[in-house]
């Protein structure tokens, strides 16, 4: 549910709202939604690129992640993101479990025990948990990886206050698109020099779907129960 500081229903869109498990709980439903659609999509980036296995390794991740918030769901938006990120640390093979289990944790972490946060703590946190993911892996924005669709997205969350997650949705899914012309220097793809120019970063375009996945999650509304299955795109 999103609720106001007064603890009721609170509209769209104003950074007195607070966010709580529930809403955590339907961004990454609407994440493991996105990533059962866009799979084969991603699988066949990944093939140009890497080992052809981004789309299932995600898959196999959100679902797990989907179950467990399902089956339990915890008390506080900062314990489902670290829950999240544990199962996909321990589901999700490759480069990919480490790094998406980094950033949810991380910004789990900086979230807190607090029940509910502001969109404006969402947006701190979410860019802490990007800095994990840059030290994590040593890339910087143009490396054509997920950081170039994370950065554009926390810098137009932190510009807006943590207002508009639209936003977000939009930085990231230009930033996925603007990897195509980019020669890789990170990860598997950079073993490739110049024949990476003009592949999208699956990595990136996964990013991408989970900025889009919390839009979705806030236009959704409060009415949606979590693990109702909601689909998320780019």
């Not at 500081?5 to 990454?28: I, N, S, V």
């Not at 489902?80 to 789990?108: D, E, I, N």
Request: net charge negative; proline share 3%.
């Amino acid at each position: 549910m999103v609720t106001d500081d007064a603890g009721g229903p609170g509209g769209g869109g104003e950074g007195a709202e607070a966010l709580d498990a529930a809403f955590f709980a339907r961004w990454m439903t609407a994440m493991a939604g996105a990533v059962d659609r866009e799979a084969d999509r991603l699988t066949e980036l990944d093939s140009a690129i890497g080992d052809a296995d981004h789309g299932g390794n995600m898959r196999r991740g959100f679902d797990a992640v989907r179950e467990e918030l399902r089956e339990d769901l915890p008390a506080t938006p900062g314990a489902v993101l670290m829950t999240a990120g544990r199962k996909l640390v321990s589901t999700v093979g490759g480069a990919s479990g480490p790094l998406y289990g980094t950033l949810l944790r991380r910004t789990g972490k900086a979230l807190g025990d607090a029940r509910s946060v502001g969109r404006e703590e969402l947006a701190g946190a979410l860019r802490t948990g990007v800095d994990a993911v840059t030290q994590l892996g040593g890339a910087a924005a143009g490396d054509k990886t997920m950081l170039d669709a994370l950065l554009p997205a926390v810098e137009a969350l932190e510009g807006n206050g943590g207002k508009d997650f639209g936003a977000a949705r939009a930085a990231a899914g230009q930033g996925a698109e603007a990897t195509i012309p980019l020669q890789a220097r990170k990860g598997r793809a950079s073993y490739l020099g110049e024949r990476s120019i003009g592949h999208q970063d699956p990595g990136a375009t996964s990013s991408a779907l989970l900025l889009a996945a919390l839009a979705e999650a806030d236009e959704s509304g409060a009415g949606s129960a979590p693990g109702a299955g909601s689909e998320g795109g780019e």
